[in-house]
């Protein structure tokens, strides 16, 4: 698994990205995929994460109703589609594969993870 997170940008509030994140390796389908931020002076948060299949996705409290995660499995790339950004979205945003039976939204249960995109949202 080698993850390339790319599409963040400057951006206004109330505006969208879409945030995308290929997997150069083999095994990208055997994976839960997951997108985790974090701002500065902050911990790593959990953002939104997606089975294997797509079928189950889970998301963060703070960006529920706003962020849609989704993947396609053919092109070995998972996204992450924000909607009505805030200043409070600004992070650098990291996407990681899950691995085991862990937690859906725990940052323990991914790794590898990707470089990070920054996302920086102006008010």
Not at 25 to 38: I, L, P, V
Not at 48 to 58: D, M, V
Not at 59 to 79: H, M, P, Q
């Amino acid at each position: 698994v080698q993850l390339q997170a790319s599409g963040g940008g400057l951006v206004q509030a109330g505006g969208s990205l879409r945030l995308s994140c290929v997997d150069s390796g083999r095994t990208f389908s055997d994976n839960g995929m997951g997108w985790f931020r974090q701002a500065p002076g902050k911990e790593r948060e959990f953002v939104a994460s997606i089975g294997r299949n797509g079928r189950i996705k889970y998301y963060g409290e703070s960006v529920k109703g706003r962020f849609t995660i989704s993947r396609d499995n053919a092109k070995n790339t998972v996204y992450l589609q924000m909607n009505t950004l805030t200043s409070e979205d600004t992070a650098v945003y990291y996407c990681a594969a899950k691995y085991g039976y862990g937690s859906y939204t725990a940052l323990e249960s991914f790794s590898p993870w990707g470089q990070g995109t920054l996302v920086t949202v102006s008010s």
